[in-house]
C-alpha cells in the first residue's frame, strides 16, 4: 500500500473519529439557560398534601406558563419579569405524580423548562412538614440522582475512539504490507518442496 492511500485512509477515518470523540454540539444545560424562568419543587406540607411549585423568572419580560400533574393541567398563568409565583400542586399520601411546567407562547410551541417526579412521603396521622424524600426520592437539589454519563454521550466516545484507533491501525499496516514486491512471475511452485520426503 502506497503512502498516498495510506495517508488517505487514515485522513478519512481519524478526523471522522476526532469529531465524533470530542462533539461540539450544545447541552441540554445550555439550552435551559434560555428559558424565561425556572422552576423548583418545595417539600410538600403535609396539613394539605400541596407541593408547592416555585416558577422564578430570569428574563426581562412576562411570560406564560402551565404546570401539569401527570398530564393533566392544574393551573395556567404568567411569571412577571424578574419576579417569581407559587402553584400549589395537590399529591394525595403515599402517592406520586410527574409535574412539568411549560414555557407557553403565541410565538411557538409549548416548550418544556422542567419536569420532577414526586413523592408524598407524609404518615397518615400526622401534620407537618415531609420526610425528606419529597423531590425525587432524596436527591436535594430537585434532580434525579447522578447515575453517570448519559448513555448516547458514551456511544460517541466509544465510536470517535474506534475510528481514531482504526486509523491508526490502517496506517500501520498498510505501512508493513506488502514488503516488497516481486519484479515478475513467482517460478517456484507453491506448496511441497523439491527434495522433501524422499
Known sequence: MT?????????????????ILFPTAASADDLKENDP?????REQNCDTNMVPVLLESN?????????EKDDHLVERGTVKARRSTTVYVPIPR?????????????EHDDKLVDAHRVYNDCP????????????????GDGHLPYTGPPADLMGKLATGAGLVLMGGIVWWYGSIWPRQTPDGPLTRAVGRRPGAGE
Open 37 to 41: 424562568f425556572t422552576m423548583t419543587v
Open 3 to 19: 503512502t498516498g492511500n495510506r495517508l488517505a485512509l487514515s485522513l478519512l477515518l481519524m478526523p471522522t473519529g476526532a469529531m
Open 94 to 106: 403515599g402517592r406520586s405524580a410527574s409535574i412539568q411546567v411549560n414555557h407557553v407562547s403565541n
Open 59 to 67: 428574563s426581562d419580560y412576562a411570560a406564560g406558563f402551565t404546570v
Open 124 to 139: 397518615r396521622h400526622s401534620a407537618g412538614w415531609g420526610n425528606g424524600r419529597w423531590r425525587n426520592w432524596g436527591e
